[in-house]
């Protein structure tokens, strides 16, 4: 039951929650392009670019079921804090492993830092332990919101972040890992000293979380049911290939802007156009989605993405302008696919079903993120951007052959 004091602490744990993503978005979002530029100077291999962003996703694939083992022993509040403590010691860790120019510390660091973005994942979860039916979808907004101004704001660090490193006598890629470790600690702060009262433990007191307990099927049972249900098996394809999309371009872009010698100011600007893309207008995509249908949204995202590996992949070193639109569709494909998947996904899957679904799903999304991130620098290494940007673009084009077979 929701009392005006339970109304208060939803308030508060919305606003700190919002606090802790802008945070956390700040400091992550700038390794991104800093992170394949600093592989790719270390290892004098552009095919080995992609590794830090494939680490990176490992360890939050790696790090999803643990902290949500946490969360269920100690609270939001342990789950969080232990997440992003461990992406703040991963970001030391590249600090060291960059400055001293030793690539397997630096992508144990890189690894370490995706507790981060699986913290950031529950983060949402965790505005909705104690929202109501009717403010579920708004309160959970206001969190991804918050992502959107952090993950915006931090690429366009990189060059004062760069100035920093180079005043602190470390290379200037090593910057953005530097701001992601202090952003990442004042996060363990923020959590730890003021979400209280925790809302997971507040909403199992008050039994208003009554899936919070729910047992989870293991990964392949879960993968099993889904496989015999067409409609879960297409949205889970949807949600898998739009990110693998997105990763393999997305982290291939700084080297292919590199080549020209653009500053890193430009290519952090065009990192955060993406990412606009990518979270910005999520609320529209997801009106759509309930307007027109999942399947439509679906179809609408893989032409865009195509629409992006076009762009792209005719764009040259230099053309930041048109990089930029190219990513921009790319971030805002991978919107629709992601948001209309899910809704497909949970609602093609019985309910006592959907929390094992979800998981497998976030569980292939980012083993084929992962494995996008290594390919790509292989292909962009060995046949350039415009070839990777048409590898990427197959699979998408396949999703929507697929789509024209699925019943609404």
């Not at 099927?217 to 049911?225: D, G, N, R, S, V």
Request: proline letters at 4%; a positive charge.
């Amino acid at each position: 039951m929701h009392t005006p004091e339970t109304i208060k602490i939803q308030s508060k744990v919305v606003r700190v929650l919002a606090i802790s993503q802008v945070l956390s978005g700040v400091g992550v979002a700038g390794t991104v392009a800093a992170g394949s530029l600093l592989v790719s100077s270390i290892s004098k291999s552009e095919t080995l670019a992609g590794l830090a962003q494939t680490t990176s996703v490992l360890g939050a694939a790696a790090m999803a079921l643990p902290l949500s083992r946490l969360t269920q022993r100690g609270g939001r509040r342990l789950g969080l804090s232990i997440g992003y403590f461990i992406g703040a010691v991963g970001a030391l860790l590249a600090v060291v492993g960059g400055a001293n120019k030793i690539l397997f510390l630096m992508l144990c660091g890189t690894f370490m830092l995706g507790a981060s973005s699986a913290a950031g994942y529950q983060a949402r979860f965790a505005a909705v332990d104690l929202a109501t039916n009717e403010s579920r979808s708004r309160q959970l907004s206001f969190v991804v919101w918050g992502s959107t101004i952090g993950a915006v704001a931090g690429p366009n660090l990189m060059q004062p972040s760069g100035n920093l490193a180079e005043h602190l006598g470390l290379p200037r890629l090593v910057g953005p890992y530097v701001i992601a470790a202090t952003s990442l600690a004042l996060v363990v702060f923020v959590v730890r000293l003021f979400l209280r009262p925790d809302p997971y433990l507040t909403a199992i007191e008050l039994n208003e979380a009554g899936n919070a307990r729910h047992v989870v099927l293991p990964a392949k049972e879960a993968l099993a049911l889904i496989r015999k249900n067409p409609n879960a098996l297409f949205a889970i394809a949807a949600i898998a290939i739009g990110h693998v999309a997105m990763v393999s371009v997305m982290s291939m872009t700084p080297i292919h802007m590199s080549h020209y010698d653009i500053t890193l100011t430009i290519i952090g600007l065009v990192i955060s156009v993406h990412i606009l893309g990518m979270y910005a207008f999520s609320p529209v995509v997801g009106y759509l989605s309930d307007k027109l249908g999942r399947k439509r949204v679906i179809q609408i995202g893989v032409l865009i993405l195509l629409a992006s590996a076009v762009v792209s992949g005719t764009s040259g070193h230099h053309d930041s302008v048109s990089l930029g639109i190219g990513l921009f569709l790319l971030g805002l494909g991978w919107s629709c696919t992601l948001i209309a998947g899910s809704a497909l996904l949970s609602e093609s899957m019985e309910s006592h079903l959907r929390p094992s679904s979800q998981g497998a799903s976030d569980l292939v999304m980012n083993l084929m993120g992962a494995g996008g991130g290594a390919l790509a620098g292989v292909i962009i290494g060995t046949l350039g951007y415009g070839w990777l940007c048409f590898f990427a673009a197959v699979p998408v084009a396949l999703l929507g052959m697929w789509s024209l077979r699925i019943r609404p």
